[in-house]
């Protein structure tokens, strides 16, 4: 039994990921990697929107105080955050857990198609990276 939080979900997410970089490779703009998950997923079983606006939340306030459009909200429980860079920097993640904050989710993953190998992070709440999996360095 998968004892992570949303474990279930993030597996198929990242499975998803992994057959999309395998057809696609590197190279490609953002849309298009999307685009590429958005029907890996479908195949997968796993209900998400896409860019959607989401409300910003600040601290304890009832009221939102912005909007923001996510990649992916997937079965309203896990962020997912797109990038296409050749190497994903501080930022990056600095960025995926602000937002994992805004939008009061406790779980995300910040995925690249940009390398030459997929990467990606599993996110949680408490701003700690859990894992993280490059296929080559596991």
Known sequence: MDTL?????T?????????VHKFLGNGFQEVIYQ?????????????????????????????PIGTR????VVEGK???????LTKLEDVHLAQALNYLKAYRLEIGLLINF???SLEFKRLI???KVS????PRNP
Do not use: C
């Open 114 to 116: 940009g390398s030459k």
């Open 78 to 84: 896990v962020l997912v955050e797109l990038k296409a």
């Open 35 to 63: 685009r590429a998950l958005s029907w890996e997923m479908k195949i997968a079983g796993l209900e998400f929107q896409r860019e959607i606006e989401q409300n910003i939340y600040y601290k304890n306030l009832p009221e």
């Open 131 to 134: 894992n993280s999996i490059n």
């Open 69 to 72: 459009r996510a990649d992916f």
């Open 11 to 19: 597996q198929k997410i990242i499975g998803a990921s992994f057959e």
């Open 125 to 127: 709440l408490t701003n």
């Open 5 to 9: 939080q949303h474990g279930e979900i």
